[in-house]
């Protein structure tokens, strides 16, 4: 390691004065100083297994290290061994050994991806630390960590065949972190961030590649990865879900058959493909292939959309269900014109030009579906539904005799709650009492009425009586990934709300009354979920997220009175105010930092300070309009007290001065406050922290004030030019989304008839402008063309680019993508000009006395004097080949013979001077000669006459007699 030309990185005296460390894949063998020069050694590594040469990672830097296995209980130590951490235990105890002898994690700056993985080594960036009073980022990074630890055995260890081969690898690896979590987090945790995960796949996987062809897209864009680590994990826990009915293990059991056979080296090179793996897993399951399912998820595309009905047949004493599956008709194939969004532009582009193939949705999803229905003994009886056709219809036959059972039923549950009887647990409950734990709180008649709340009506009651079951719930088991509308009651998405232990059920319960029309009925059990703190913290912030839709004056002609806004106020000050309390808190003494809160209510305000409602127009002016102005002067005040607050005390990540910066940018937007780059400039400047600079130029460029001069010269430079490859890897995505803006253009209202009281104003607009408006903003082909008309002939970019492309600081791939701007910009040219100087024409003049003038004069000389015939193409080759080897004196006379053939040499070989002289080319004195004036070049003659010819010879105006 060479530690004497450091001063190339700009270090400081201090940091040269660290003792420098490396650590690279595999083990160190030597460490040797060199005995000439005490700031020279040589390390050495060794890596026993055979693994890629881009699993090779190495880190030199000033390292602080840690040892993890100081964190473990000593109990532990002789059984694992040198194993470091709880979760490599738990890999090895679980699947096989760990592969390699060690492992290290290594947190560096500018790191581009927030991970990279080696063999044995994990490079991460620093922004993944967080200090021990910051507790938002714990889950996520505590994820990422575990992947990392798990991309060991499933990813180095074991690698795909082929680049379609990959989704087997994010597939097993975060199935082996995500299990790990599980057991650290618990199981409600888990699922709920499952649907949460499912439910995003269902809104992504709209004209996308499937799940094996992404894998050849995944260097086209930073969101192809984000897709694959999101719909992978997803697939192979609907997989594990489908199995643990035929098998007790599940995946856990595969993925050791996977590490095993590469380890014995059935699997050559400790390669996988997806043949190979659904070979596994047959060959586990029995005789029980599941082909459907490596045809729907893996091979295919999309997700299914299933509208589910049910009727109660009395006669029959069945449940009559439709399951109708809109995946395949035309209208869901049939994409819908949408606008173009600017941040997705470059993903779009790339897409386009990379050739990424978007396979049509699976028409049909087939397979099992479970149906849970809770009938009015509560009993819950699940009904299995084969789905084989777009339209399955199925009846469950119908079990409960009594079904006046219930009419006691609320009675005996808060009987059971008063008891202490756990029904949220795993145990199994008396058969008389049914389950019946949450959302029972503030139900007294006090509460009532000093919570506002609302109850059941008499007829209400009546109807959840006669109903014949409590609830139903579709796809119990979580075997699918898809999007459910299924329409009950309100009372039953209550009951499944409150009843249902499971926290998917009770995620689907909440989406399912925020989806309905805002009632105060509503409000008031969403409220009851967020004070009860036995529902998962999850439930409670979803509960919370519906409540806000009720915090609306009236709708249609229900009159609510605001009561979400009032029952959230009241949830705060109850939940977090002490009573009787008017006096602020600094938080100065909390025990951990609440910077993500106060940016929390910096965004908030700023949201309600932008927030322009249009149905409350009025021309009525009063003494309400000074509040709102004197709010307005105390909100931004607020918000620019936090920003230099922060300056001072910085938070984590400078988290409140990005938020400030955002809420400046979003008050721009919407013409609360004038627009001043200064206010962004000073943040954007080198020295500042990464965050910071990076928000400060976004919100620049979401200003449209990259077609500045300073501001778009300003932007290239820093991305041609700055040290840290993590700035200008996200700022190509920044100028990026800016291009994205220029080329779509401002985002302008429909024309439409506006209505504002008795007020009707009519707007047309020319078909042509709004054809060009359409194909501008929702085709690609449209924004390019508008891109290259806005930027295509500016200079200033057109400079800044061909500096950029000189810059010795990008790396190939950014030199790469410099290019694709300037492809995009300007219009590409197979051809390049050369600029020649014309030739003039040589014009003599006797000026007397025997004094000739020789000068150039126009017209300038656009055609050859002569056209080169296609005979002679070979002699003018031949004569090029001969000007480039110097002739001999012996070559002359034969060239000269062979340039001239048709004119006879003079019998002494010196050529002679011809002249042309007319009347008036000489001086106003003399007379005019004509004629011609012929005479070889001997004897003496005067020195300037000699130069003169000289320089004729030399540009090759001279000629022999009888030449043409």
Known sequence: MLDAVVDNFGLSEEDKALEMSV?????????????????RKTVSFTCANAVLPQHIAIAVGPLEHVDLSDLRESDDDEMMGQAAIRATDHFSKTYISYPFTSYKIVFVDDLVPEIAHAASLTLCS?????????????????????????????GINVIP??????????????????????????RNEHRFRMKQMADRVVELDVNRPSLQVLGDYLGVDPSEIEFMELKAPLVMFILNQKIKRMAKMGVTKIIYKVLLQAKTGRLQNGAISTEDFIQIVDKYLESKPIPDFWRQWVYGAGCPHFYVTQRFNKKKSVIEFAVKQTQGDRNELESRAEDLDPKTFLKDLNEQKSGMSKKKRTRVFTGAMTVTVHEADGTPYDHIIPIHDALTRFDAPYNTKYTRLKRNRRQKERAAAAQGIDLNGDGELPDEIPLYCLGDVLDTEKEIQEWNFDEWTKEEEEQMANEQYEWIRVDADFEWICKISFSQPLWMMVAQLQQDPDVVAQAEALRNLSDQQPSKLISTYLTRTVMDRRYFHGIRTMATEALAKCAIPRIDDV?????????????????????GSHMFNDNSHNEFSDCHYVAALLAALAQQLAYKDSSTISFDFDEDEQDEIDFQRDALNEIERHRRLDEWIPSYQNIVTVTALQCQCLLMENGIIPRKMLDFLQYAKPGAAESVRLKAMECLIDLGMMKHPAILRYLIFTLAYDP??????????????????????DKKEEPSNQIFGGLIIEQDTSTDSRAAMIERTQTLEGAIKALRTELGSNKVFEEQMRNALTSPMPSLKEWVRLLDICGLVFEPKNSLGVMLKLPLSWKVQHQGKGKMRFYRSPPYRQKPLSKIKQEQAPLLQQKAAEKRRRPSLADEPNKRQHLAHSAAPKANGIPSLKISLKAGSGSAHSKPLQGTYTKPLTGTYPKPFKSTYSKLCNIGSWRQDGEA
């Open 23 to 39: 650590v690279c894949s595999g083990d160190m063998t030597d460490d040797i100083v060199d005995p000439k020069d005490p700031s």
């Open 161 to 186: 065949k082929t680049s379609q081969d990959w989704w087997v690898i994010y597939a097993l690896s975060y199935f082996m972190s995500d299990d790990f979590m599980e057991q650290l987090c618990g």
């Open 126 to 154: 620093n922004s993944l630390l967080y200090p021990e009073d910051v507790l938002d980022p714990l889950l996520p990074v505590t994820r990422k960590l575990v992947h990392a630890l798990a991309f060991q055995w499933m």
């Open 559 to 579: 009159d609510l009175d605001w009561v979400g806004l009032y029952h959230l106020e009241k949830t705060f000050q109850e939940l977090f105010c002490l009573p």
């Open 724 to 745: 840290s490859p993590y700035i200008r890897e996200q700022l190509y995505y920044l100028i990026g989304r800016g291009l994205a803006r220029i080329a779509i253009g």
